[in-house]
């Protein structure tokens, strides 16, 4: 890396979208300010896209064009390669394996990448002394790959958690302040850009699990196990069950949560109920938050813009400063090779307390049936009662008179999953239930 | 730095108070995961405080005792200076300017050597090539120096702010939560330990005024100018302006602030109204928040424990780490060379809205006459109320019969200090007020 020590640090810039175009702008906007800050110049030198001739409001002038991003990587022209492709195989894959292999040090934002390829990718960066920079992978400008791998470096972690995907929190949020249907807020989000075409990766909870993988491997120094995380989606998530959170005082969040049991690591994305006056409550349409629990710093917090091209550009402008300062980190904050084996902790035998949404029939000794199905499962209840829906007349019930079913909200104490997923579905079995019952665990902060 | 390659990081840490202490026990605790995550042991070899007989629950065995700080600073036998003795002058300054001398990297929690010396110290150790870490100088586990140091390295700040005093926090979160008065909820934080016997540093904002200027040094690459905040405590807040904040959607917290203006940049410490649903309004007790406004990366909050021994010891750590891990950055992100000389932005010039509360004499005409006076300065009100108590009867308003004066609660739009300070001016002087006014700033977030 003797080359960052002279005038310039020439990036290699792979993959021109929304992320792309906003580095572009922000080296160039702000050259002067950058180079007084770290003592040299960052500029970019090559560039490689799928489409030369698009006008993307940036400047190509000067800089060299690469239809192959694999030969961008390797080009002796470029001292940092900066992935912005996207994709865990193919061309970002190969082109950052070949950046690493020429011993150039990589920057980039591709959570896919990492979370199926990070542990061997930081093994060979490790190698061949280069930087693998991946604070843009995770939350957009919120510093918590810096924060977990280098702030935190004296604490033992045992949980963090977090709002890691601004479409999946705007949908829940604009659920909650509209009283809107899931579906209709999808649609909406899907036609101001919020949310793709083809929304599964976001809402299905996809996206949030890719990010929680490698978190979870810089708390917990840990291979990254994308693989072995629980994953659920918001899709069935009703405007009943966020006006019940809201009267029971809760918000209902997609939480990445990855916590460190006594039988191993628990990665779980599923949407959850935090306490209406936490903080991370607070975050708010497609904002990110990221919390860590550690032993000597206690909570910590971390809210930001979790997408979006400038906000995403800070966070790799933030890799490339650290490479211009000459740090060669390993890429987990600890030597790929002392990173342990991923062990899962055995599903469902984490402590946590449970909202249950059921609609039953409005029959005699239905509730007595449901609450002694939890009995014999060791599950007790804090509470069940009928619910009256808000937009319900006075005096009228959550019962509906035409179709003879009723709906119950039932909260649980501290249990188990596996104690009230199986009184669950005893309940179904014995044909209380007039549709899918809905499960979310209250989140302990 | 050549010894830090070597097998172990020699520890010097001067001053054994619950920062000290709980730093022995961090390195003690952690030995093991710090070695591997460093590829380094990191060990104290000695320690200096004033009174070698006390016993502070951690064994010193093996550890160099040194009655004097300036020796163990020098002593060949330390490879870092950690030094946790405060206060701006004295042993403290001695001690750091000696290890910087002997071309040690220092390692300090001393808010208030760095608010007064800081770009003075930043000079020297860029000069030996050494790092000046003050991590835990601000806001305890919080990581806010690597973050503006580093995760923000490719932005323009226009404005930090945070919650920087948690005694502060603790006292207003509880005046709110409580109805209860400042002396009131003063003693009995004074008697839980979360306020000293002398709480002038604390509740007069003088703490939180040290923290700022460090904070706006790195924001916006001036020289560290702690002389020209404008510091105003919290000893003035009524639980009267407690409530009507809740009633008006607020909360009030002691806020520092720091904004970079056309002409300048203005740096105060205040209570400050914020709104309820905001992040850092949920910033409750004695947690601290801090904020920053960044051209890419947005708006970004970060939130934790702000004192305590195990957190601040963890933001040693981390600094300690960053040496390991074999950098020298610029203590304020940038050569100290290149901070530029501070500039005030001329005083009470900037826009802002404000919350007035006036105890008056009720007579005819008082609240004409109070609206006149704004508006002939061109303070235009968005409201003004006749303010009734929560705890008053129904019925009976915040006139009362005995005393013949009643409250008025004004909100302003947005206006300027240097308007609505002289009105202020004018209203008291034309006797209208039973008692002096209450000003407090509406922060625009």
Redesign the interface.
């Known amino acids: 890396m003797d080359n960052h020590r002279g005038k310039s640090i020439r990036l290699g810039v792979a993959g021109l979208g929304t992320v792309g175009t ?1 580095l572009l702008h ?2 160039e906007g ?1 050259a002067e ?2 180079r ?4 040299v110049s960052v500029e970019v030198t090559g560039v490689s896209a799928r489409d030369a001739t698009r006008d993307r409001g940036v400047s190509l002038d000067g800089i060299a064009w690469f239809d192959d991003p694999v030969a961008l990587a390797r080009s002796s022209d470029i001292d940092v390669f900066v992935e912005l492709i996207g994709g865990e195989e193919g061309p970002a894959r190969a082109a950052v394996e070949a950046a690493i292999a020429a011993a150039k040090p990589v920057v980039t934002a591709n959570k896919a990448l990492l979370a199926h390829h990070g542990t061997a990718l930081a093994t060979q960066a490790e190698a061949q002394g280069v930087a693998l920079g991946f ?1 843009a992978a995770v939350a ?4 918590a790959i ?2 977990m791998r ?7 972690v045992s949980r963090v958690y977090g709002i890691l995907n601004g479409t999946c929190n705007y949908i829940l949020t604009t659920m909650q302040a509209d009283g809107r249907s899931f579906d209709d807020v999808l649609a909406e989000a899907q036609a101001i850009g919020y949310a793709e075409a083809d929304p599964t990766f976001d809402v299905g909870g996809f996206d949030a699990a890719h990010k929680l993988a490698l978190l979870s491997a810089l708390a917990f ?1 840990t291979q990254v196990a994308f693989d072995q995380i629980r994953i659920e989606g918001i899709e069935a998530i009703t405007p009943s069950d966020i006006e019940a959170a809201d009267d029971l005082g809760y918000r209902i969040k997609l939480l990445g949560v990855a916590v460190q049991t006594e039988a191993g690591v628990e990665q779980r994305v599923q949407p959850a109920m935090v306490p209406k ?3 991370i ?3 708010a349409g497609v904002t990110n938050g990221v919390a860590i629990d ?12 979790g997408a ?1 091209g ?2 995403t ?6 890799d ?3 490479i211009a ?3 060669a ?1 390993a890429p987990f ?3 790929a090779s ?1 990173l342990q084996p991923y062990v899962r902790a055995p599903a469902g035998t984490q402590q946590g307390a449970y909202y249950l949404r059921l609609v039953v029939h409005d029959r005699p000794g239905v509730m007595a049936g449901i609450a002694t199905h939890m009995g014999e499962r060791g599950v007790s209840l804090e509470s069940i009662v009928q619910r009256r829906p808000r937009s319900a007349l006075p005096g009228i019930g959550a019962r509906d008179e035409t179709t003879d079913v009723t709906t119950l909200v039932l909260i649980t104490h501290e249990t188990r999953e596996d104690a009230v997923k199986p009184a669950l579905a005893a309940i179904v079995e014995n044909g209380y239930t007039a549709a899918p019952p809905q499960l979310i665990r209250i989140e302990k902060l």
Chains 1, 2 share one sequence.
Request: proline share 3%.
């Open positions: 906003g922000l080296v702000h300010a950058i007084t800050r770290l003592g604070e957009g400008a919120i510093p810096k924060t280098e702030a935190l470096a004296g604490n033992a120094g006056q936490s903080a409550a607070q975050v550690a032993d000597q710093a206690g909570s910590v917090l971390l809210v930001g813009a979006g400038a906000a550009a800070s966070a790799v402008m933030s490339i400063a650290d300062r000459g740090q980190m904050g600890r030597p002392t």
